[in-house]
């Protein structure tokens, strides 16, 4: 059995943050500055009462447009931001798209490095002859996790979804994978209460960083530059596994999505690997770092604008929180 | 590297104006902000393959902790 991606579709919430905004918001912050340094000009946020769930949705119903969904038998939601412990967030999905109640349909728990285990899971329930179609959806909002006055994380973060469908194939166009995960990291990028470790604490007390931003133990947290160095470290590791693990080097690859983290980090890593600029996408302008949603946006952009033509192949690396990490190569 | 190189460069990745000498602070300077931090944190890698990590970032204060850090065996 073999899988490839058939289609994508990706949906952003209404309600949006401008550079211009920030800059009103907190004094020392400058809307160009931030522009060229991050990359970010705006970033979709959800409204009050809008959650990951409902961008799943609205990705979904996108992707199922003129497609029988009927013919989904799995699905796959990775989100951090599931509406409830528990029941799963993807059983309240099933039932709100109409699938078939005969199907598979779990969450995972994954940021930046989402959608490369998500696809390893689609192909995965394929080669095993569980599933044929499986729809696999990556919906963030970090906004919910981040304190108002946290100038950092609220520059960086944007929210959105995206679903994708995988089919089984005749050819294999999802190709081997690499994978990472070194917990020593769990804490650079975290919200440390609200879960079972540590209850949610009415009285946090808010705290500020050396960049003047606050938060509270109730809010997101990100040590950037550990997370920089952790992706100095760990991406061209996977980088040259994944292509080890293909039988290929960089100038077979015709095209590399990264996680969109942060344009000036991608930038490094991308000299530092070696990969010639007009093979790279770099390009969060209007969305932010969206994490598991960025590369799948990423790729939809680039196959509608025909940056990437059919039978292309394409370095697909996502990285971050956990740490998480891993990579593969896709045939478009 | 001369240090009057290292001088130089680190001033253009941090997008200081001003001439940077070994007693500068870097603290004291606006552009050394969380992102000013990671253009350092790039420059170092670049130019030495050393990681900076947030535990020695804050031991960082004038250009010269910066060079002890780097190790003086990497400068002419």
New interface residues.
């Given amino acids: 059995m073999s899988a490839k991606i058939k289609k994508i579709e990706s949906y952003l919430p209404e309600k949006m943050v401008t550079n211009k905004q920030l800059e009103s918001y907190f004094q020392?912050w400058s809307a160009k500055?931030i522009e060229v340094?991050?990359g970010i000009r705006e970033r979709h946020i959800v409204s009050e009462g809008e959650t990951a769930l409902d961008l799943a949705y609205q990705s979904s119903e996108k992707v199922l447009d003129a497609y029988n969904r009927d013919s989904i038998d799995f699905l796959i939601l990775c989100t951090q931001s599931p509406d409830y412990y528990l029941p799963s967030s993807s059983c309240i999905l099933q039932d709100k798209l109409g699938l078939r109640t005969n199907i598979g349909a779990f969450d995972i728990n994954l940021g930046c490095s989402g959608f490369i285990y998500g696809l390893a899971l689609a192909k995965g329930l394929i080669n095993i002859g569980v599933a044929n179609n499986v729809l696999l959806i990556m919906a963030e909002t970090y906004s919910r996790y981040i304190h108002p006055k946290d100038k950092?994380n609220r520059t960086i973060f944007g929210d959105g979804a995206a679903a994708t469908i995988i089919e089984k194939s005749e050819i294999d166009d999802i190709l081997e994978f690499s994978f990472g995960t070194d917990g020593k990291g769990y804490d650079k990028l975290i919200v440390p209460n609200g879960g079972a470790r540590n209850k949610y604490d009415p009285d946090a007390k808010e705290k500020q960083d050396?960049?003047g931003s606050l938060r509270t133990d109730n809010n997101l947290y990100m040590?950037?530059?550990?997370i920089?160095?952790f992706t100095?470290?760990a991406v061209p590791k996977v980088v040259n596994d994944v292509l080890k693990k293909n039988n290929m080097h960089l100038k077979d690859i015709d095209y590399v999505i990264f996680h969109q983290a942060?344009k000036?980090?991608n930038e490094?890593l991308r000299?530092?690997i070696g990969i010639a600029e007009e093979k790279f996408y770099n390009n969060m302008l209007h969305t932010g770092n969206t994490v598991s949603v960025t590369i799948p946006i990423a790729l939809k952009h680039c196959i509608d604008r025909k940056i990437i033509e059919p039978n292309d192949k394409v370095l697909l690396v996502g990285f971050g929180v956990g740490y998480s990490w891993g990579g593969t190569i896709i045939n478009v | 590297m001369k240090k009057t190189t290292f001088l130089k460069e680190l001033a253009d990745a941090l997008e200081i104006d001003d001439d940077l000498a070994e007693e500068s602070d870097l603290r004291n300077f606006?552009e050394y902000?969380?992102?000013g931090?990671?253009?350092l944190?790039?420059y170092i890698?670049?130019k030495f393959g050393i990681?900076?990590?947030?535990h020695e970032?804050a031991r960082i204060t004038t250009v010269k902790s910066l060079i002890k850090f780097i190790g003086d065996e990497n400068f002419d």
């Fill in positions: 020392d500055k340094k991050t950092a050396t960049s040590d950037g530059p550990e920089f160095n100095i470290r942060n000036f980090m490094h000299k530092k | 606006p902000d969380s992102l931090v990671m253009c944190i790039a890698d670049e990681n900076l990590s947030s970032l």
